[in-house]
């Protein structure tokens, strides 16, 4: 194949090489190669097999240790290849953390040729599937994977950057399976692009293939594609008019083309998750629609939907609601451009009743974290949320921007605080500040909110994981500890559920972080609306595992990456609990700590990535896993309806879908 | 001995060893891998099977030992010794695990030990016709003469 490039050897210096139409004769010798099996032979005899094809191997038999290696070293490996059976974590579970945090492609190999497996391997992303016993003539051609891959992260490089575009770039459009639609001509207009800034550009001069180029759907960009795609309906979203309908210069068809399959992936998988008995069960058509719990029995997301409420009303009708004074002023859903994301009429009348139900009772619910998306929670942070005053009632928020929206943050978000300033605030954990922060998640593409408020006696936590983009953890992390108010209905709350959502920010964390607005704030009001400690919230540590790594690194913009990290805030209503403890699932999720940027929120929420088991559901400590109460959002309206109510009766935490795009699997998917 | 006819020993062996069902295509395959740069390859590889086979099947043992054992750790274990003995070629000890975990499937106690007892013995068996041809393969060796290959498909 050629790519155009020379190959770049790992170590080799640079390659230039591009020979006219043909790959440099290193290329693929010294592909970087990390091999994990827990079986020694196997290692041993694909170590053998790797260098004889001149790769750079490196073995693991432990999938943490590979974890770890991958992450202290993040461009030090092109491609992974993994045993599917492993004692310590499943390789699924590696892939998606892969998937999530590095973006390599991943190999999956098994002596287990069952279809069902194989399968699973596809819908979490593996990009091939080899059986064992593996001969050498299949690791010969692995390589083909990572300049697959690479070739289509370079068309969906910024497609506002600028571009070079190499004329004898080869166009093989043809052999990408990412692209939906064929009509390669301006194929690779988009292969060419390079992001301005974009650390490796220069490098991709030089190196082949085997850079991998950072891209990155910013919120924004993010949120033009979901409104376009739902404007255009699941079925006739094509990407050319897609694209049409975005209107971004310097978009390529392939960009959205690729960005569209990874966005058809992330609902599919959130469909497939529907079925939790949560019963928040959002059909992940195209639209992630978050329900929004109506706290006071509004129905906030009708209202939402209603359009852009002003802070004003919003905060009244929470008033209202809540019989609270008031003030926050801003929950308001702020919909920069989108329509909302509560496409369905307000049941109000529904919610009425719940939310104090919802609030005291927080049965069961256990604040489904999202499922598979990391979340870290920092336990600092939780504590900081449990002390503070507010109690929040459950705090259902499940916001999911619905891609159609473009503003991802459903919840009713009080004015448009600076997205930056959001982000640095809950970063802050400021949460009093909700009020004022919520960031209008203009901008934010596909945000995916969830803020799962589980009210539970045991205290639930959730993290809510607001990704956008990258920083979409971090946001998250922190506020759930805002949540666990007692019984303080989430409908007065802005819906600021934020959550986050990942949206699969490619361009650059940094700005999806600050897009994030819409994250923040939710918490924010979250603390104001506390009332008492009273409650214990735990936090769930949303499944998340989070490696520790979660800290702030930004995600690296891959769409596949970071999959919109839903954070089911479980906010108990009851006592807090000492949700931090929960709050790390599976220990180790933490939550981003705010960090001020959204960096690092997202690159955790990569991380982040729930397992099953490990939903940190924190709440009546029922193990969510599983099914994962994260449910991907459902779009409509009486489903989201009853979602709500559930919700409600429940107190339990919304269960957040997990937007991911590429391997994020919700542990209990079956596939 | 001279060279040849250990070499002529040899190959009449391995291949007996192939029709026999002992090994399989895999197996060839690791023996090109070996080479000057790595000349006990094959024998390394070969003796960490039979090491991990040996733990494998150990746990085995002793998970059907129990009263209620679980099915799942007991497929868990049989399909990783597949795994491993499908890589090295060790065809009929991959063929026992195969037919083992069908059992497991139908969680069929006797023939679940039934082909414990089976696994033990083809891996007893491989392994002893694997030293065999190892300890020829040093005599040519010694004797100065290389060790032929054969090419199976």
Same mark, same amino acid.
């Given at each position: 194949?050629?790519?155009?490039?020379?190959?770049?050897?790992?170590?080799?210096?640079?390659?230039?090489?591009?020979?006219?139409?043909?790959?440099?004769?290193?290329?693929?010798?010294?592909?970087?190669?990390?091999?994990?099996?827990?079986?020694?032979?196997?290692?041993?005899?694909?170590?053998?097999?790797?260098?004889?094809?001149?790769?750079?191997?490196?073995?693991?038999?432990?999938?943490?240790?590979?974890?770890?290696?991958?992450?202290?070293?993040?461009?030090?490996?092109?491609?992974?290849?993994?045993?599917?059976?492993?004692?310590d974590m499943d390789g699924f579970k590696l892939l998606?953390?892969?998937?999530?945090?590095?973006?390599?492609?991943?190999?999956?190999?098994?002596?287990?040729?069952?279809k069902q497996v194989v399968m699973k391997g596809i819908t979490h992303g593996a990009c091939d599937y080899l059986i064992k016993p593996i001969r050498i003539e299949a690791l010969k051609n692995i390589w083909q994977h990572v300049v697959r891959k690479r070739k289509n992260e370079w068309k969906d490089l910024d497609p506002l950057g600028s571009g070079v575009e190499d004329g004898d770039r080869p166009q093989k459009v043809s052999d990408d399976a990412d692209y939906t639609s064929s009509a390669n001509e301006d194929n690779w207009k988009g292969a060419k692009k390079r992001k301005d800034g974009e650390e490796e550009v220069e490098e991709r001069d030089e190196t082949?293939?085997?850079?991998?180029?950072?891209?990155?759907?910013?919120?924004?960009?993010?949120?033009?594609?979901?409104?376009?795609?739902?404007?255009?309906?699941?079925?006739?979203?094509?990407?050319?008019?897609?694209?049409?309908?975005?209107?971004?210069?310097?978009?390529?068809?392939?960009?959205?083309?690729?960005?569209?399959?990874?966005?058809?992936l992330y609902l599919k998988r959130i469909c497939s998750a529907q079925q939790q008995p949560n019963g928040l069960n959002l059909a992940p058509q195209d639209a992630a629609y978050v329900p929004l719990p109506s706290l006071n029995?509004?129905?906030?997301?009708?209202?939402?939907?209603?359009?852009?409420?002003?802070?004003?009303?919003?905060?009244?009708?929470?008033?209202?609601?809540?019989?609270?004074?008031?003030?926050?002023?801003?929950?308001?859903?702020?919909?920069?451009?989108?329509?909302?994301?509560?496409?369905?009429?307000?049941?109000?009348?529904?919610?009425?009743?719940?939310?104090?139900?919802?609030?005291?009772a927080n049965a069961g619910n256990q604040p489904n974290l999202l499922h598979g998306i990391p979340t870290t929670m920092e336990p600092r942070q939780l504590a900081h949320f449990q002390q503070s005053s507010q109690s929040f009632g459950n705090l259902n928020m499940q916001i999911n921007t619905h891609g159609s929206n473009g503003t991802s943050l459903m919840m009713s978000m009080a004015q448009q605080p600076p997205r930056g300033a959001i982000l640095n605030e809950v970063a802050a954990g400021?949460?009093?500040?909700?009020?004022?922060?919520?960031?209008?998640?203009?901008?934010?593409?596909?945000?995916?909110?969830?803020?799962?408020?589980?009210?539970?006696?045991?205290?639930?936590?959730?993290?809510?994981v607001v990704t956008q983009g990258p920083s979409m953890v971090d946001f998250v992390a922190k506020h759930p500890a805002e949540f666990s108010s007692s019984g303080f209905p989430l409908a007065s709350t802005p819906g600021t559920?934020?959550?986050?959502?990942?949206?699969?920010?490619?361009?650059?964390?940094?700005?999806?972080?600050?897009?994030?607005?819409?994250?923040?704030?939710?918490?924010?009001?979250?603390?104001?609306?506390?009332?008492?400690?009273?409650?214990?919230?735990?936090?769930?540590g949303v499944g998340l595992n989070f490696d520790g790594s979660l800290n702030a690194h930004p995600v690296q913009g891959s769409f596949d990456v970071s999959p919109s990290v839903l954070v089911n805030q479980g906010i108990s209503s009851g006592q807090r609990s000492e949700a931090n403890s929960n709050a790390s699932p599976a220990g180790s999720a933490t939550l981003l700590p705010g960090q001020p940027n959204g960096q690092t929120i997202n690159q955790h929420l990569t991380g982040l990535h729930v397992e099953g088991a490990q939903v940190p559901k924190v709440e009546r400590d029922q193990n969510l896993n599983s099914q994962h109460t994260l449910y991907s959002e459902q779009f409509g309206q009486d489903d989201l309806m009853t979602a709500i109510l559930k919700q409600q009766q429940f107190g339990l935490g919304a269960v957040e879908p997990e937007f991911d795009f590429d391997g994020f699997p919700m542990d209990n998917v079956r596939v | 001995?001279?060279?040849?006819?250990?070499?002529?020993?040899?190959?009449?062996?391995?291949?007996?060893? *192939?029709?026999?069902?002992?090994? %399989? @295509?895999?197996?060839? !395959? +690791?023996?090109?891998?070996q080479d000057e740069t790595n000349p006990d390859f094959v024998e390394e590889v070969v003796s960490l099977f039979?090491?991990?086979?040996?733990?494998?099947?150990?746990?085995?043992?002793?998970?059907?030992?129990?009263?209620? *054992?679980?099915?799942?750790?007991? %497929? @868990?274990?049989?399909? !990783? +010794?597949?795994?491993?003995?499908?890589?090295?070629?060790?065809?009929?000890?991959?063929?026992?695990?195969?037919?083992f975990r069908q059992f497991c499937e139908d969680q069929n106690v006797e023939a679940c030990l039934g082909c414990l007892q089976q696994v033990k013995q083809e891996c007893f068996l491989v392994k002893n016709k694997l030293e065999t041809l190892f300890r020829m393969e040093q005599q040519i060796v010694a004797a100065g003469g290389s060790i032929p290959v054969m090419e199976y498909n």
């Open positions: 194949m050629n790519c155009g490039r020379g190959g770049k050897g790992v170590g080799a210096g640079s390659m230039s090489a591009v020979a006219s139409g043909g790959v440099s004769d290193q290329f693929p010798a010294g592909l970087r190669v990390l091999v994990v099996d827990d079986d020694p032979t196997c290692l041993m005899i694909l170590e053998r097999m790797l260098k004889a094809c001149r790769y750079e191997v490196t073995k693991c038999n432990r999938a943490e240790t590979a974890l770890t290696l991958l992450r202290q070293n993040k461009n030090g490996f092109d491609v992974v290849i993994s045993d599917v059976h492993m004692p998606e953390h892969i998937g999530l945090e590095m973006d390599l492609p991943v190999i999956m190999m098994s002596a287990d040729d069952g082949s293939t085997l850079k991998k180029p950072r891209v990155v759907w910013s919120v924004e960009l993010h949120q033009q594609f979901v409104a376009a795609v739902n404007q255009l309906g699941t079925d006739k979203a094509v990407p050319k008019k897609i694209l049409e309908l975005m209107n971004v210069p310097g978009l390529t068809r392939e960009n959205v083309a690729s960005h569209l399959q990874k966005y058809r029995g509004f129905d906030y997301q009708a209202v939402a939907a209603a359009g852009q409420l002003q802070p004003q009303s919003l905060a009244t009708l929470q008033m209202a609601g809540l019989g609270r004074p008031g003030s926050k002023s801003g929950i308001g859903i702020t919909n920069a451009d989108q329509k909302n994301l509560f496409s369905f009429e307000n049941p109000k009348s529904r919610y009425g009743d719940e939310l104090h139900q919802q609030q005291i400021n949460v009093s500040r909700i009020a004022s922060q919520l960031n209008p998640m203009n901008g934010n593409a596909g945000i995916l909110v969830r803020n799962v408020v589980a009210e539970n006696s045991s205290g639930q936590v959730y993290n809510p559920s934020s959550i986050i959502s990942k949206v699969p920010a490619q361009d650059d964390i940094n700005s999806q972080l600050k897009g994030a607005g819409g994250y923040v704030p939710s918490y924010d009001i979250f603390s104001e609306l506390q009332q008492h400690k009273s409650q214990d919230w735990a936090l769930p | 001995m001279e060279v040849v006819q250990m070499q002529r020993r040899f190959a009449e062996y391995t291949a007996s060893l *192939f029709r026999e069902g002992f090994l %399989d @295509a895999q197996f060839t !395959q +690791l023996q090109q891998l039979f090491e991990d086979s040996e733990k494998l099947v150990n746990n085995l043992a002793k998970t059907l030992d129990q009263q209620n *054992f679980d099915y799942k750790k007991v %497929d @868990a274990l049989v399909h !990783q +010794l597949k795994g491993s003995s499908a890589s090295i070629g060790a065809q009929r000890v991959k063929n026992v695990c195969v037919a």
